[in-house]
């Protein structure tokens, strides 16, 4: 089983690197890093809405601090070699393609092939809107820039015609070390989701979900996977947001999740120091 950690970094948590170094040093497979560019003060619709609540409730101080996982995991791939560097997630529809496809190749470059890309749709719709997003069919926005960055990613002369992206014959490089490009990782749990990572995905990221819902989502990508006739086992599953309870993990690893991927809180270097090492000697001794 393969173990990650993801952390919401700021400007008073662990630096990054510090991090990446540790982690990588104590034999962590992975480190995924989120992204909110911005979080709008007024928000009406998100999925920690409490029921019966008027308006937003506030949300954790790290979620309005975190830094852009891009550039940090490209201060993080400078300074380790193993690590699998990640987000977790990027919210696709919030950036443009063509600036997207040119971030992800070149982080992926840096790290000599080490990036997994995972993404989302997002769920805060004010926030999506502000970035030039359509909140309502965001998911197939989702999926149409994927498309559009993987002709980017594998073509020389690479144009798209779609709907929400539309954009004559280009060249973009550098290339994806990876190839044809990194992992695609989708997170959510909606009930589309598999149709989705089949068709334009190379994995999945269920957050907080229990073994049963994994083992459930592992039986799903098996049969659509059969269905289109590609192989079941070139999905992944990366339980996102598990404790680090051995037990569960060994039970997660046996109902088909791939990776786990652990909380790190945003905290100073020695309080962040303190909890991986402590994670580590709990799964990884």
Not at 21 to 29: D, P, Q, R, T
Not at 165 to 182: E, G, M, T, W
Not at 254 to 264: H, S
């Given at each position: 089983m393969k173990i990650g950690i993801y952390c919401f970094l700021t400007d008073y948590s662990i630096d990054i690197a510090k991090l990446a170094?540790?982690?990588?040093?104590?034999?962590?497979?992975s480190l995924w890093l989120p992204e909110h560019p911005v979080i709008p003060k007024v928000r009406t619709m998100q999925s920690y809405l409490k029921p019966g609540?008027?308006?937003?409730?506030?949300?954790?101080?790290?979620?309005?601090?975190?830094?852009?996982?891009?550039?940090?995991?490209?201060?993080?791939?400078?300074?380790?070699?193993?690590?699998?560097?990640?987000?977790?997630?990027?919210?696709?529809p919030e950036r443009n393609p063509l600036l997207l496809a040119k971030e992800v190749a070149t982080l992926d470059l840096i790290s000599s092939g080490r990036f997994i890309f995972g993404i989302g749709a997002g769920w805060c719709k004010e926030e999506t809107e502000i970035m030039g997003g359509n909140f309502e069919r965001r998911w197939s926005q989702t999926r149409e820039s994927i498309l559009a960055m993987k002709e980017l990613w594998t073509q020389v002369e690479s144009e798209f015609h779609g709907e929400?992206?539309?954009?004559?014959?280009?060249?973009?490089?550098?290339?994806?070390?990876?190839?044809?490009?990194?992992p695609i990782m989708l997170g959510g749990n909606a009930s589309n989701v598999f149709k989705r990572i089949v068709e334009y995905g190379n994995g999945w990221i269920p957050t907080t979900s229990t073994v049963e819902e994994v083992s459930s989502g592992r039986a799903k990508l098996t049969e659509l996977a059969n269905q289109a006739g590609v192989d079941p086992g070139g999905f992944e599953i990366s339980?996102?947001?598990q404790p680090p309870e051995p037990k569960l993990i060994e039970d997660l690893a046996?109902?088909?999740?791939?990776?786990?991927?652990?909380?790190?809180k945003t905290a100073s270097e020695d309080e962040a120091l303190t909890q991986l090492n402590g994670f580590a000697n709990k799964l990884l001794k």
């Open positions: 170094v540790e982690a990588e040093n104590l034999g962590f497979e609540s008027e308006g937003a409730e506030e949300l954790p101080k790290q979620y309005y601090d975190t830094v852009d996982p891009f550039v940090a995991l490209g201060k993080a791939s400078g300074v380790t070699t193993k690590l699998k560097l990640a987000t977790g997630i990027c919210l696709v929400f992206y539309d954009f004559p014959a280009v060249y973009s490089f550098p290339r994806p070390v990876q190839r044809p490009h990194p339980a996102f947001h046996a109902n088909g999740a791939n990776r786990v991927i652990l909380e790190l």
